[in-house]
Structures are given as C-alpha cells and as structure tokens.
C-alpha cells in the first residue's frame, strides 16, 4: 500500500512540472505504443501515466517507460523523481528503450523546425491538410500527416520533399535516421542465429522495413563532421551542459577547455550502434516559437544611500535594453533603484511566476554599482551574483526548465582600470595581456544547463559609462542585437562581436580599456526568431 502511494505521489509531482507543451511531446513520443483514438483524448501528463499503466507499460516496480520519455524530451532534473540519471537511462536505452528510431527522429526534426519553416510547410501540404486546421504545431502537423496515411515509417516521400523545399538542412536528420537503421540491420544480419534474434528483440519496434534506403541530399548540405571540428580557433567556444565555458579565454587554455568538454561530451553521449568513428552529433536549437517568448527583467540602480556615486547615464541603458527586448519579443518590466533586499524579493516574485511554463526563456538585466561576484543594492549592501541566478535553476523554477535563462550584468567587478597595451603585427610569441588574466565567474553562473551570465567586465576589473551615452556594454549589446540577430546568428556568436566591439573602444585619452566576460552553460544554440518590425535604432 506504502509503495503504491509513494509511486502515485512521483507520478503527481512529475506531471506538476510538465506544461503543455512537454504533454504534447509525451503524447507523439507514445504515438507508437497507445492508439491515436486515446491520445487524442488526453489533456494532462497524469492521462498518459493512466494509458501506460493499463497497458502494462508503466508500473511502481518498473517505470523506465517514464524515464525514457523524460529523457527524450530533456525535462532530466525529473529524473531523480524516479530514481534515475542521465547516464543510468542512457546506459539502458538500447536494452529496455520502447520509443523507435523512426519516432525519435520525427520528434528531433520538430525541434529544428521554425516557426516560418512551419508556416511554408502549411502552406506546401495545403491540399493534404484538413481545410479546418489552419494552426498547428510541428508535431501536431507530422501526426496529421500519419493519420491520413501522408507518413509512416516506410513512407518517408512526403517529408523528404518537404524538408528538401523548406530548409534543405532539416534532411540531415532524416538521412541519419536512414543510416543507423542500415547499420542496425546489418549488424542484425552478420549476428549467428540465436544472437541476431536476441539482439531483434532488444530493438524498439518499428525499426525496419522492407525496401532499399534512398538518402536524399541537397547542395547545401556539409559532410558529417567528426566530433573535433565543433571546435573554434576563436575562442573556446565548446558547448556543453554542466561545464562553464568562456568566449574571453586566454590562449594557452584553450586546450585545456576543449579536452575537457571532449571527455565530458563522450561520456554523456549514449552509446550508439554502428562505426564508432563516425559522429554525426549537431548542435540543436534553443525552441522559440512559442505563442510567448518570455519575460525580461531590468533593474536599474541609479541613486544609492550612502557613499556610491549616482549612476548618470544608467537611464540610457534601461530604455535601450526595454526597446530591444521588446523588440524582440519579451515582455519587459523595468525596476528603478532597489535595495538589496528588494533585489531578493523580486526575484523570489519572478521565481515563483507560473506564466513561465508558456513561455520560451527568460531575461534579467542588472544595471548597478559592484566588487568580483556581486552587485550592490541601493542601500550599498552586496547581493552576490550567484544567488541572484540561483532563483531560476531547474529545481526552484521548474517552470522554466530546459529553457535559456540569460542574465546580463553592467556592473564594476573590481577597480583596477585595464590599460591600452600596443603589440607589434609580427610577435611571435607576445606576453599575456593584462585584461587576459581572467578570474573565472564560475563561481558565479549556477552548475546546471541552460544558463548564461553576460558580465560587462571581467573580474577585478572596472567598466567604463558614459553619462549621456550610457555603458560601453550594454550599448554595444544592443547595437549588435539589433544587427545579428536579422542575420539569424545565435546569442554566443553575438556576445562575441559585443566582446570585439568594447575591446575597441578607449577613453579620450586612450589608455582605459574594457573586456566582457561570457560564460555560458547552454546545451544548445540560442537564435532569436527575426522580429517582423524594424530594430528600435531604425525606427527614431
């Protein structure tokens, strides 16, 4: 009796932290394992737990069912609830794992799919689609497709064409699909007798079919990179969860950065059949297509109680940045001179919102005076950096679990002024800058995905604001915002440019000088969609 309450409690307080739109990855992933006619019928996370359970698939002495789908669809801070790792689901997945191949690639092809892409594959499929549905999502679009027979396991023609018509980049993981499944069978076919039908039967149904396999491919398309070359020359740029990485690194820890994330990449990656030499791992996308994009929190510390100066200027920052993430699709709330008190207290109020669940990231901007690792409040008591960001992590914000969680600081982090230093163009081996010596804010940035920490300055260091102009910082990021993200470059790809960009600039004199400092623990890359209006800067 004990045991079966204590299982009917994880099952509640999984589905507590699971929005709507982890229920509808739930329902495809089952797609295979429940029939259309129930699913449809399904509103909640608890409703799947009650088709598995009556099916035998879910039960208090085996619920790897529900670790998997945790697993496929990344909520894996939920894991613990059953009793489970990321690596332990890993470890088992080829063995006890019931999603196919063929629905696992489906559902990793609607995470690449945009919004525009969705809207030309609409429109493509038109003739196919029921006239009454004229807004779905992607998932709900390729489960249209299967109910009218369009696509199913051995009929990939449809989606392969739209793929090849939307965004030629999407067949990458069609064909991929279509490789392990080869590899799959001829492993199968070269096993002895007894051993292939084991090894059969470990294999999630649906796997196989009759028929060659046809890779489709375009112009566009690049060969499979091995998994070194996910590594820049500009930088460390290696993104992986769980490690703090940093645009601003210094040349001789490059190596280190990047050995290090190889040997923490491969072993998180889940073991896969087929050669071994051959990765055909890409970096995935945040999603932003959201009916909302999410909330951008400003605080901006102008006047302070006791010694520190007043921020002149800081009101220039505060009504860019409310401009450019309104721009860009957030939901902006403004803060104007808080203590540090208020500063925990507002951010509790925003931990605790429940309308992040709809909502793709979250943003908060710190404007204020500060030493290494911390801001001040306006009465001029420290509010550390870390705990300010340790408000939104996965356990104390479920709700914005899986999603970016960006946090920019314009703030001192010390007062030492970094100095203009002039190099020859042909020094073979020049010293390390001064602004080089980098003091790490992983002490800063919490040890968990999905966060990343904008600071305008690195450690020790101050930053330099204009009265009129506001900080070099936060200017430079919302001029190169308003610039790259039309281009469609991602947010590291943009905080490196705002690293180039204050790196240039000096004061009168030439001798003050400013370095930002990234650092980041995102899985995945971040691009916000195109707004369909002009940037702010264009608009005046």
């Known amino acids: 009796m004990g045991d079966d309450i204590k299982f009917h409690q994880q099952l509640l307080v999984i589905d507590e932290n699971l929005g709507t739109e982890e229920v509808e990855a739930l329902k495809f992933l089952c797609s295979d394992l429940l029939s259309f006619k129930k699913l449809e019928a399904v509103e909640s996370a608890q409703d799947i737990f009650q088709l598995l359970m009556a099916k035998d698939l879910l039960n208090k002495e085996d619920t790897f069912i529900l670790a998997e789908l945790l697993y496929r669809i990344r909520c894996h801070f939920l894991l613990q609830k059953l009793g489970y790792t990321k690596e332990t689901v890993q470890e088992n997945l080829r063995w006890k794992g019931k999603v196919s191949q063929y629905r696992q690639m489906l559902y990793e092809l609607s995470e690449d799919i945009t919004s525009e892409d969705l809207k030309r594959a609409m429109f493509l499929l038109r003739d196919q689609l029921p006239k009454k549905l004229t807004n779905m999502s992607s998932l709900e679009l390729l489960t249209c497709l299967e109910k009218q027979d369009h696509l199913a396991e051995n009929n990939l023609e449809i989606l392969e064409k739209i793929c090849m018509d939307i965004s030629p980049d999407l067949l990458k993981t069609v064909n991929k699909y279509k490789m392990e499944r080869v590899s799959l069978a001829q492993q199968e076919s070269s096993l002895p007798g007894k051993e292939a039908a084991s090894f059969s039967h470990h294999i999630p149904e649906g796997l196989f079919h009759s028929g060659g396999v046809r890779l489709l491919t375009s112009s566009q398309e690049t060969p499979i990179k091995t998994l070194g070359s996910n590594i820049y020359d500009s930088g460390s740029l290696w993104e992986h ?29 889940p073991a896969r059949i087929g050669n071994p030499r051959i990765k055909t791992e890409k970096l995935m996308t945040y999603k932003m297509d959201g009916p909302h994009r999410g909330y951008c929190l400003i605080i901006n510390n102008c006047s302070f109680t006791g010694i520190l100066q007043k921020r002149r200027g800081s009101n220039k920052d505060a009504e860019m940045l409310a401009q450019v993430f309104t721009w860009l699709g957030l939901d902006v709330q403004t803060y104007t001179d808080k203590t540090s008190v208020e500063i925990k207290n507002l951010m509790q109020e925003w931990q605790s919102l429940k309308d992040h669940r709809e909502r793709d990231c979250f943003v908060c901007c710190i404007l204020s005076h500060g030493e290494l690792g911390l801001v001040y409040g306006t009465d001029e008591r420290e509010v550390p950096i870390r705990t300010i960001m340790s408000y939104f992590t996965a356990r104390q914000c479920p709700q914005l679990a899986e999603k970016p969680k960006l946090f920019f600081i314009q703030a001192c982090q010390g007062k030492e002024i970094q100095q203009a230093v002039y190099i020859e163009g042909d020094a073979q081996n020049p010293d390390l800058l001064p602004i080089q010596q980098l003091v790490s804010p992983s002490e800063s940035i919490p040890e968990e995905a999905d966060f990343l920490l904008g600071m305008a300055t690195v450690g020790g260091y101050a930053s330099f604001r204009h009265i009129h102009h506001g900080t070099w910082y936060i200017q430079a990021l919302c001029n190169k915002l308003q610039l790259l993200v039309p281009r469609g470059e991602d947010i590291l790809s943009i905080l490196t ?43 005046q």
Not at 243 to 258: E, G, L, P
Not at 503 to 523: E, H, I, V
């Open 241 to 269: 969860a769980g490690s703090v990485h940093f645009i601003a690194a210094r040349q001789d820890d490059k190596a280190v950065n990047v050995m290090q994330g190889i040997s923490e990449l491969s072993q998180e990656q």
């Open 497 to 539: 440019e705002v690293n180039e960009d204050v790196s240039k600039r000096a004061d009168n004199l030439g001798k003050k000088k400013q370095m930002p400092q990234p650092a980041y623990t995102l899985r995945k890359k971040l691009i916000f969609p195109v707004p369909r209006s002009p940037p702010p800067s264009q608009q």
